[in-house]
């Protein structure tokens, strides 16, 4: 990576000297202005500048000496991070004011902050610090790894590490699946110093890569913690935990935190500092974010999308749906319908690269992106006007991790969800959340509405793979309601199949095989008969499969081709069938060859090829690692932590 200009001057020996005092700076300032645990800079004002320096309430008091600073620069953090975030960014948002000060000295963190309210930096500072200062190289291996849960917010994690670390001299790289070169990626992973990956991709180096070794870790990070400790990365976040030293830092982030227990034990947090700088906060949601709900019945949520779409051509709107199924669906049909908007759809069946472009293609367009909840969690889409949630989501923090992605940071937004009459209760929930979550009912304008199933029915005359997409996106519908774990509000019993067919352009109701119950004589459905074209029943058996003792790391990302509850869901690689019982744990040390001749490091480009060492300058998120690294000169590998 480039440095400031005036740097490049210096011999290599200067700035080591530089670089050593520095870090003593640092860490002498930290020792200084240690806060005491558990206090706030948010919390408390501070006392007035006469207060005598050895009275200050710090130690043991709710007093942090870090109570009036705001900006980035008033850290103790170093030169090259400071040059770093001043690219983009001065002031400190909540979540960093309240949680550097407790980072910067090393200490665990739980942190929950709103969605769009800054957590990445509040991460990604400490981790480049913590390694900074331990004068970390490429002979050192993985220093710290961040996990994501998705492919996209994993990308967009490395692009902000790349900005902050931009004058570092630490190597990183983007390790998730779906990407074709694993092989090359393997010769270089051993060199990376921070890695930012999904949990399937993670493991499967752990499984495959010689060498691959993290038992000198520094600093574990999960974005997103809760997701990735629930149960549907469990296995692999385990496999992947005992492979990793426990005396590290752990910072866990999110907007709805975990609170078992039980999770925080499995990532061994040792005294976390617990920060949540919404706690107080009277909403759940951004403050600039307005929200509505409707009643909606099953049959005329298209008629809805489309004229709300219709209304809004000058908006940049994001609408989920349960699958990828009605995700295909709902695409291509309002594509040949043309609304006078371009349509872009994201869901986990598609190619990583493929995915990566309309991300990137969303982030910079007027455009209506349909999208499973791949998009859901952390995806930093850049003014976002309207979060339409067509289908309704699995439970409360799902409702909130969607409406965040709009009104990030100081933008205003807006979210709209439409209920069927018997998810109804969803909105009771959603009212009487703690902390609130300031929904509003609105009905429905009739008058406003545009009828489109007559226009979707002669489409599936005139393309019969429309009559396909439509059947499955009938039938995941149905089975994603089926298979919701919150019985008070998904009644797959009270949804009209038929009109709900006929509103999809189908003329004839797809079978689902019903059985009849006499007690109540409802119905209840048991399994939808169109598996084997449906290629439905895929998910279903993962749901319900035995254990296996094989590890399947190679598969094309399978996300959720229904929305399962969460303790089923299929991560979105598909590793799901790692079973930690069956990996064999390494315990290698790294190999530091100390008599290898100085300046003699290879740095390769994204084809694997060997680069001058200055060139190994930033690479896309495409080229995906050895990116952070310039040639740092000798380093005595004794000044490691
Ligand atoms: P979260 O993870 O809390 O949802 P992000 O870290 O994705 O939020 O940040 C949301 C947006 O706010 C991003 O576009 C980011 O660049 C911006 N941002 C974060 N911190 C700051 C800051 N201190 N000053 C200005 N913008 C910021
Ligand atoms: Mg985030």
Redesign the pocket.
Known sequence: MRRPKPRQSLTRKKRRLQEAEEIELLDSWIEAMKPASGTNPLAVTPPPPSAPAGRLPGAGGGFSPYAGCKLFSQLPISRRTKDGLAR??T???E??RASLPHSLCGRDILGA?K???????AFIIPVIEKLYKARWGPEDGVGSIIISPTKELAGQLFEELKTVGKYHTLSAGLLVGGRKDVDAEKQRVNTLNILVCTPGRLLQHMDETPNFDCSQLQVLVLDEADRILDHGFREQVDAIISQIPRVRQTLLFS?TQTKSVKDLARVSLKDPEYISVHAESVTATPERLKQLAMIVPLEQKLNMLWSFIRRHLKSKILVFLSSCKQVKFVYEAFKKLRPGIPLKCLHGRMKHDVRMAIYLEFCQSTSVLFSTDVASR?L?FPAVDWVVQVDCPEDIPTYIHRV?RTA??TSDGRSVLFLTPSEKEMLKKLQSAEPKIPILSREPRKEKLEQISARLSSLLVQYPEMQQLAKRAFVTYLKSVHLQKDKEVFDVTKLPLEEFAASLGLAITPKIRFINQKKKGQKVLVEAVHEQEDGIDDSYKVANRKPQSSVKLNEEPEEDDILLPKKTIIDEEGNRDAEPGTRVLKKKKLKINVHRPVGTRLKYDEEGNIMPPLAAAIAGPESGNAVLRTDKGDRHPSLRL
């Open positions: 983009k960014y002031e400190m948002s979540i960093q902050a969605t769009g309210s800054g957590k990445t930096l907007a952390g930093d965040g990030r940071f």
